[in-house]
Nanobody, 137 residues
Framework: EVQLVESGGGLVQAGGSLRLSCSAS????????IGWFRQAPRKEREGRAG???????????YYDNSVVDRFTIPTDNAKKTVYLQMNSLKPEDTAVYYC???????????????????????????WGKGTPVTVSS
């Protein structure tokens, strides 16, 4: 079973950067897709917003319009870690950030993530417990 642990959250000023880590244990990341979701304060009813996803095997990526050109998903397969590099942070990026995983299928390795985005996060197979990020103005 895949176990995911996020770290790296904290308080940062608007315009700053943070790098979140999602460390996996139990399996190799090869064959998995890792998605990043966030839950903004006072928006629990909307579910978790999917903001980015990486298919490890073929490198396919997805970025939500709210984070494209600001966030990237570097990875260190040897360390079984996927990162979320967040630059040019804005107060509206304040949220608890979660990583989640599933076994990617082809030819559409990101499809399960995209369906989970539509479902407020439901449909991802494994979840971490989250790490909070606060961006001050």
């Amino acid at each position: 079973e895949v176990q995911l642990v996020e770290s790296g959250g904290g308080l940062v000023q608007a315009g700053g950067s943070l790098r979140l880590s999602c460390s996996a244990s139990g399996v190799s990341l090869d064959g998995y897709a890792i998605g990043w979701f966030r839950q903004a304060p006072r928006k629990e009813r909307e579910g978790r917003a999917g903001i980015s996803c990486l298919s490890i095997r073929d490198g396919s990526t997805y970025y939500d319009n709210s984070v494209v050109d600001r966030f990237t998903i570097p990875t260190d397969n040897a360390k079984k870690t996927v990162y979320l590099q967040m630059n040019s942070l804005k107060p509206e990026d304040t949220a608890v950030y979660y990583c989640a995983a599933y076994v990617a299928t082809y030819p559409a390795p990101l499809m399960q993530f995209l369906r989970a985005v539509q479902a407020g996060g439901d449909g991802m197979d494994y979840w971490g417990k989250g790490t909070p990020v606060t961006v001050s103005s």
